[in-house]
């Protein structure tokens, strides 16, 4: 079992940059495919992006192409998310999770989660 902490979320302002981080402990990381998600208050949890093993192969959402950019260090079993121009409307709990396979959006497929990291973005 792989346990993933997430940290980085904060208060912001509109415009302004965050980078979140997830660390991955407990088995080896390699093979796993990463990816983030994240849940507004009366919303369903939603794809972010999603990153390969390899880091060769990157996959966002529409709403964050451009402004998010997710990356992965497989020696520090670390995946982080880099998130530039946030807007109010990027207000959530960011979610980090792992699957193996191929990339999907879809939250359910997608295996151990992390316990969230509280991302606001004030106007």
């Known amino acids: 079992q792989v346990q993933l902490v997430e940290s980085g979320g904060g208060l912001v302002q509109a415009g302004d940059s965050l980078r979140l981080s997830c660390a991955a402990s407990g088995r080896t990381f390699s093979g796993y495919v990463m990816g983030w998600f994240r849940q507004a208050p009366g919303k369903e949890r939603e794809f972010v992006a999603a990153?390969?093993?390899?880091?060769?192969?990157?996959y966002y959402a529409d709403s964050v192409k451009g402004r998010f950019t997710i990356s992965r260090d497989n020696a520090k079993s670390t995946v982080y998310l880099q998130m530039n121009s946030l807007k109010p409307e990027d207000t959530a709990v960011y979610y980090c999770?792992?699957?193996?396979?191929?990339?999907?959006?879809?939250?359910?497929?997608?295996?151990?989660w992390g316990q969230g990291t509280q991302v606001t973005v004030s106007s």
């Open positions: 999770a792992l699957r193996i396979g191929t990339v999907v959006t879809t939250p359910v497929w997608y295996t151990s």
């Open positions: 990153i390969t093993w390899s880091g060769g192969n990157t």
